[in-house]
Nanobody, 124 residues
Framework: QLHLVETGGGLVQAGDSLRLSCAAS????????MGWFRQAPGKEREFVGS????????SYADSVKGRFTISRDNNENTLYLQMNNLEPEDTAVYYC?????????????????WGQGTRVTVSS
């Protein structure tokens, strides 16, 4: 079973950038499509973006398209989320997740391995 640990969260101002990392261990990383999700206070968890096993394809939520970029380094077993031009609405706990069962564009329910999350707070 893949084990995931997110790092890189923090408090930033609107317009700033932040890069989140997700270190994977315990299984073969490139057997997993990977995704980023977030949960804001009082809201349900939502999809941010996902990436295919070899990193050649990505998908993004409309709310982050053009501002966020997902990438992965399969040699380093690490998933990244580069977040630019952050907005207060991006404030949330961010989770990385793995999906060995299907593809990166599959429903969020197919992502079955989760990290513990890292908090991002964007002040206005």
């Amino acid at each position: 079973q893949l084990h995931l640990v997110e790092t890189g969260g923090g408090l930033v101002q609107a317009g700033d950038s932040l890069r989140l990392s997700c270190a994977a261990s315990g299984d073969t990383f490139d057997n997993y499509a990977m995704g980023w999700f977030r949960q804001a206070p009082g809201k349900e968890r939502e999809f941010v973006g996902s990436i295919s096993r070899l990193g050649g394809a990505t998908s993004y939520a409309d709310s982050v398209k053009g501002r966020f970029t997902i990438s992965r380094d399969n040699n380093e077993n690490t998933l990244y989320l580069q977040m630019n031009n952050l907005e207060p609405e991006d404030t949330a706990v961010y989770y990385c997740a793995g999906n060995r069962r299907s593809n990166y564009y599959s429903p969020p329910s197919d992502f079955h391995v989760w990290g513990q999350g890292t908090r991002v707070t964007v002040s206005s």
